[in-house]
């Protein structure tokens, strides 16, 4: 429905109202479905799952698909310039595991999320839920979901 | 300087405040440094010279250095579990080249730069400038610098 224009009045900056509709924006309403391997995957294999499933960041379960690790493009660059055998040297050895993986909730906000991927250098979080044995891996937020919310954070006004 | 709360009264809704808010993001605010190769460099020294520097997607120049191609990790990664040799590939063979790159101004909306990313699926784009021969390049614009975008558009409410 169009709002009503002309009968606003919140005694509110713009930029309050602007820290409020960003406020909105959960990890529920943007993330993406996770693409995950088994820890005893080769680095061969979890980089053709990267291209066939054409994401930037894998992570890796075990087998009771709780979070261990997470491989991104850049360490997948890394070891394929390397001198190993990729088909034999298992994606555990490159990830960064636990428990130095920034995670996040489906409902924390999407800005905290943008925070911690700009401090940390890195493309995409796991979503994750806890679980009495550690976290199981629901989804996955990366720069290109913020980069979506911001494009339809400007494309909800222009459209209504 | 602090705005003055409780005298707002524009007509507008927060809907129009918050897209007026975003349209007043630039590229000009938000872009990086370009980092560039000469056209003449091989696949080795480019994916040596994206580590170097730290970054996703590289941008491949002629001597006149003007824009003539786009080379993203994704492309590196598939060219080095290929069997070619890196230090004899030249970078051109496997870049995206002209004038099939995407490529944005100074003075154009980042949230038009968003758009652009999502409809190629790509990471980055050549801020570019127009001279007599070509375009030259002048920087680049990732999601990364989206996604500080939106969490400063957030910070900088909550830290007046």
């Known amino acids: 429905a169009r709002p009503r224009v002309g009968y606003f009045y919140t005694g509110k900056t713009s930029e309050q109202l602007l820290t409020e509709n960003i406020q909105k924006l959960l990890v529920s309403d943007y993330y993406s479905r996770p693409v995950v391997v088994n820890e005893n995957t080769s680095v061969y294999d979890a ?38 055998e990729l ?11 636990m428990p130095n ?15 911690k991927l700009i401090e940390r250098e890195i493309d995409a979080l796991p979503v ?5 044995k550690g976290l199981v ?9 913020i980069t979506k919310a911001l494009v339809a954070l400007h494309n909800e006004q222009m459209l209504s």
Do not use: H
């Open 47 to 84: 980089i053709v799952t990267m291209f066939t499933e054409d994401v930037g960041t894998i992570f890796v379960v075990d087998k009771l698909s709780l979070l261990v690790g997470v491989v991104s493009r850049k360490d997948f660059l890394r070891a394929s310039i390397g001198k190993q």
């Open 87 to 97: 088909t034999s040297l298992p994606v555990t050895i490159i990830m960064t595991r």
């Open 101 to 115: 993986v920034a995670y996040c909730y489906l409902d924390e906000l999407l800005v905290n999320v943008g925070k």
């Open 128 to 132: 994750v839920k806890d679980s009495e």
């Open 137 to 145: 891996v629901v989804g996955r937020v990366t720069k290109t979901n």
